[in-house]
């Protein structure tokens, strides 16, 4: 015999409760564990076809039995395809008619067809402006109709539809507005790209009349695209009330904010500086400004010229005093602008200059001389050398970036770091250039256009934020507004506490124009100001607009403020701030399996569709083609797809992409996508669905639903079989811990709870005890348990409906309903589960003694593991020194059996005292079943590995400059992983005196 022995087992803990991350990593990994296993079940049931058909003797019978296999699976391939040829055939709105038996495999394509468009014909996405019920609104962070939604959209939408689908089923009147944005510059780049790839024209050849009606075709196409990805999410939104950023509503609505603002002397027009680019000509957001790091000089690749671009240097060059006696140096990171500059400016307390104060300078260039003046708060005697220039501000750029007028003839029209370089070897000339040097820098680059960022003086429109912001600050220092998570806020202090005000105004052609005429002084015919509006003045306004603001509409009084706002937190300055609600809650940005931000150049951008349907490589390679990529750009994105998605991706569905999503959905971490863990998800609905096959067959098609507290009656929960005490408190304990986790935005503690209990619980235990009582004679045991099996069934599945929508529609459709009452048409206007309604209360003795079973069950499971019983299977016996779980035991043998598959449980009769400190020793009889000596073999080689692992990684933290200089947390690594190693060589070197033993036994024999 082997025996394993354990000391006494740690009491049962609720995972999900007191560690919601590390169970939904537990949650995600078993998925994955579950996808693995299922693909090896896939190669061992083919091998064995393959081995069924090679022992067959004779050409013939190997042919029939090839035949048969065959012949076996293109049967079940024309269910799936009869499957979805019914559901597919379902008239638009009507309600899908479920073939009259559960298919033996789960099939996205036909479980996630009709329903949703039923569920829109029922009106179970509207809301009622008359109701009574308590109102939860929001509405959809507006998309821009550039393109595709992303799978950082599918993100957003998921929790949001999670947590509309949820408040709904808790009896809220939900309001969920959609909506897409116009998104000025983003559009016209996007279309002035298309314009030139197929015209070979500007949008100034082109017009700006046919240019504006160039945008519209894009916004109508791009804008249904989003719309249908949208609706493939499974989005529960109010279709009734979508909305447009330029739609008569909404414009009407910015031409009020825009009057009313003025009014109030909030926005008002002024020459400030702006972010400035030259390749689109206009000004840009912060936002649209991503910064790089240069620790020095650096060549940076620039739109428009074919040589690099150095920058991250500081020039220094000598202005010649007037009347000859010397020179004053003056250092610069643009060198270019000194043919603007009008004077020199030092510090008075400087000692260098002190006997320059009022003298003048002779511009080398130009020949103007520029006065020295001092200024104390201007000039940093510790930066460059303390003299600065260019005060009176002559600006020397075209709106395009080339040299004006200003400038000095021979520069005019030159590119301005052509003109940089120019100037540089001018002064070189000249013998006034004096060196060049690092200057560690942080270079603006536009993200739409990728062109250098120009700080210019330009008259613009602008909003005065500061009284906004003082009380957009204390609203949530007084609680009116709330930021989730927590950690958030102090990004929102930080800008708003820091706030500038904000320039509202573009130099763009489409789409909204100020509402800003100009006036002349004189005679005068009015003509409208061709800048337009910063994109998000707009969609700051979408909350309310869509509601019909400025006008007191029903809408507006019942659904504003919003209950919500949800989005990504790298726009809680740009959007959020600028709006009004109740909650914020912040989400995760979704970045690819190594953590890279999302980029079509790194082919790592995700359409949520394809992972819902499934494309090949080659097809995905298509969807780069008449995109707005340059070639080379286009040949690194398929390189960055062959190294992401080898294989393409697999159809993995809806349901299990937004289980993903959420289950990654860790407050304040990013989320870093691996398609793998989708595909996991979807491996896990196959699990579900057979779940539910598995109980529908055995309750029988003429089942009618009873609690267990009706069966049991006066005789009270005693009478109640154990399995189904513990698998009901379970329950209680899921539903508790999913409706806490829900209240407080733990998205991924909420997955892990019900993914907990599906998996772990329901079908990995429930399921597995309750296949020998319902074979068996016992009448009133088949009652409870198939009492429990169906509670715990149609409960499991409201409780997953707002995470899985169309798989739990599907399932919980087929479900045999109760005598009492009418139930919901549909799953999601179902009530969602609350502790209140389930028939029994948390038994946590029950748990207790569930969780000890268990972990003798698997200790048993590694048992054998350590000697490689893959098939084997057996008997086991328990020996136990503590008289009440000895109890427990010996009226548990037949679920010991069962769980751990042996052919028999016993507990052993009280003799030999077990080793000091056991709580129990297991034994596995192993004459008969393995080759003794084959297995002390390899004990004996794993045993030197082990060993060798020891011994190299004591020797490397024995090293004096591995105590010195390793961080602590590898050191803490490095710990762990030495314990586990020796634990490991412990269980080796007990499982080889077992072998030792038994190879005795044997030639004793």
């Known amino acids: 015999m082997a025996d394993h022995t354990d000391a006494n087992p740690a009491p049962a803990v609720d995972a999900a409760a007191k560690d919601p991350e590390k169970a939904a990593k537990k949650a995600a990994k078993a998925a994955e564990k579950l996808a693995k296993k299922q693909k090896a079940l896939d190669r061992a049931a083919a091998a064995e076809a393959a081995k069924a058909a090679g022992a067959a003797s004779g050409g013939g019978r190997k042919a029939k039995a090839k035949e048969e296999a065959e012949a076996k699976r293109a049967a ?86 999670m947590l509309c689908r949820w408040r709904r089923m808790r009896g809220f009147n939900v309001c969920w507005v959609p909506g897409t944005d116009h ?33 519209h075709a894009w916004v109508d196409r ?117 043919l603007g500059d009008t004077a020199v400016a030092v510090h008075p307390e400087d000692p260098r200059y002190s006997a320059l104060h009022g003298k003048r300078v002779v511009h080398p260039i130009n020949g103007r001389l520029l006065p020295i003046i001092c200024d104390a708060e201007l000039v940093d005697m510790a930066f460059g050398t303390g003299a600065h220039h260019g005060l009176e501000f002559i600006n020397i750029l075209d709106d395009d970036g080339c040299i004006n007028g200003n400038g000095t003839g021979e520069f005019a029209g030159q590119p301005r770091f052509l003109a940089r370089r120019t100037v540089v070897d001018c002064l070189k000339d000249k013998g006034l250039f004096r060196g060049v040097a690092d200057n560690p820098m942080r270079l603006g680059i536009c993200s739409r256009s990728g062109d250098v960022i120009e700080p210019v003086l330009k008259p613009q429109w602008w909003v005065d934020c500061a009284g906004m912001a003082a009380s957009a600050c204390a609203a949530v220092r007084d609680g009116e507004l709330r930021i989730i998570p927590a950690e958030h806020e102090a990004t929102w202090f930080r800008w708003l506490e820091n706030i500038r005000d904000w320039c509202i105004s573009r130099q763009l052609w489409p789409p909204r ?129 062959r190294q992401n998605f080898p294989d393409g991706i697999d159809e993995c569905g809806t349901d299990a992409l937004r289980f993903a999503l959420l289950a990654y959905s860790a407050q304040g971490r990013d989320v870093n996508l691996d398609i793998k863990r989708v595909v996991a998800y979807r491996h896990w609905c196959n699990k579900l669905w057979n779940a539910t096959r598995f109980a529908l067959l055995n309750l029988g098609d003429d089942y009618t639903p009873v609690s267990v507290a009706q069966l049991a009656g006066e005789r009270g929960a005693d009478a109640i079989p154990f399995a189904c005490r513990w698998l009901l408190s379970r329950l209680h304990a899921a539903v508790a811990e999913l409706n806490r986790a829900l209240e407080s935005y733990e998205f991924a503690a909420a997955t892990g709870a019900v993914y907990a209990f599906w998996q772990y619980e329901l079908c990995d235990v429930f399921i597995e005890l309750m296949k020998p009582v319902v074979a068996g004679d016992d009448e009133t045991a088949k009652a409870f348990t198939r009492a429990a ?120 009769a009280p003799g030999a005292a077990p080793p000091r400190g056991a709580g129990r020793r297991l034994y596995l009889e192993l004459a008969g079943v393995l080759d003794a000596g084959r297995e002390l073999q390899k004990l004996e080689k794993k045993e030197g590995e082990t060993a060798s692992r020891i011994e190299a990684l004591t020797a490397k933290m024995a090293l004096l400059s591995y105590q010195e200089r390793t961080p602590a947390e590898v050191k803490a690594a490095d710990e762990e992983r030495l314990a586990k190693a020796q634990a490991e060589l412990d269980a080796v070197l007990a499982a080889k005196e077992s072998m030792r033993t038994l190879l005795s036994s044997e030639d004793a024999a």
Not at 114 to 127: K, L, P, Q, S, T
Not at 298 to 316: L, N, Q, R
Not at 537 to 546: A, D, E, N, R, Y
């Open 76 to 161: 079940e391939a024309a269910e799936v395809e009869a499957w979805r040829a019914q559901a597919s055939s379902t008239a638009s709105g009507s309600k899908k008619a479920l073939p009259g038996f559960l298919p033996k495999g789960y099939d996205p394509k036909a479980v996630e067809s009709a329903w949703y468009d039923w569920w829109e014909a029922e009106g179970c996405f509207a809301a009622d402006t008359a109701s009574d019920k308590p109102t939860f609104s929001m509405v959809i962070p507006p998309p821009n109709v550039t393109g595709s939604l992303h799978i950082g959209h599918a993100l957003t939408l998921s929790i949001q539809d």
């Open 183 to 215: 998104a000025g510059i983003a559009t016209q780049v996007v279309v002035e790209k298309q314009v030139a790839r197929e015209t070979g024209q500007s949008r100034h050849d082109l017009g700006r009349e046919a240019f504006v009606d160039r945008v």
């Open 222 to 338: 791009h804008g249904d695209r989003i719309l249908y990805q949208c609706r493939r999410l499974g989005a529960s939104l109010d279709w009734r009330r979508k909305a447009y950023t330029m739609d008569a509503k909404l414009s009407a609505a910015v031409l009020e904010a825009f009057l009313r603002l003025h009014a109030a002397g909030l926005i008002y027009r002024d020459h400030r500086l702006v972010n400035w680019d030259c390749r689109l000509k206009t000004a840009v957001s912060d936002i649209e400004v991503e910064y790089i790091e240069l620790a020095g000089r650096t060549p940076v690749a620039v739109p428009g010229y074919s040589d690099k671009v150095e920058f991250g240097a500081i020039t220094s060059f000598a202005y010649p005093l007037e009347d000859g006696s010397g020179e004053i140096v003056v250092a610069t990171t643009r060198p270019e602008t000194m």
């Open 513 to 641: 124009a100020l509402a800003a005429e100009r006036f002349p002084g004189r005679a005068f015919t009015l003509t409208q100001d061709d800048d337009v509006l910063d994109t998000w003045f707009s969609s700051g306004l979408f909350p309310f607009s869509v509601h019909g603001w400025p006008s007191q509409t029903p809408d507006l009084a019942a659904f504003y403020p919003g209950s919500l706002l949800e989005t990504g937190h790298d726009i809680l300055f740009f959007w959020v701030a600028r709006m009004v609600m109740m909650d914020v809650y912040l989400h995760s940005i979704v970045r690819d399996a190594q953590g890279r931000k999302m980029s079509k150049s790194l082919g790592n951008v995700i359409d949520p569709v394809n992972v819902i349907e499934g494309i090949s490589l080659a097809e995905l390679h298509a969807t780069l083609e008449g995109g707005n990529l340059a070639a080379a750009e286009v040949e690194r994105a398929r390189e960055g797809q």
């Open 789 to 908: 099996l169906w509670t715990a069934l149609e409960t499991g599945l409201r409780a997953l409906h707002p995470f899985m929508p169309f798989v739990t529609e599907e399932l919980w459709q087929r479900l045999p309903r109760g005598a009492a009452g009418a139930p919901a048409t549909s799953i999601m206007v179902a009530d969602f589960p609350d502790v209140a309604q389930l028939p029994l209360q948390r038994d946590e003795a029950a748990e207790a003694d569930m969780a000890y079973l268990l972990t003798v069950v698997n200790r048993c499971r590694s048992l054998r593991a350590d000697y490689g019983l893959t098939r084997e299977r057996p008997p086991v016996a328990v020996a136990c020194a503590d008289a009440a779980r000895r109890a427990l035991l010996a009226r548990s043998t037949a679920e010991l059996a069962t769980l751990t598959t042996s052919g028999a449980a016993a507990l052993l």
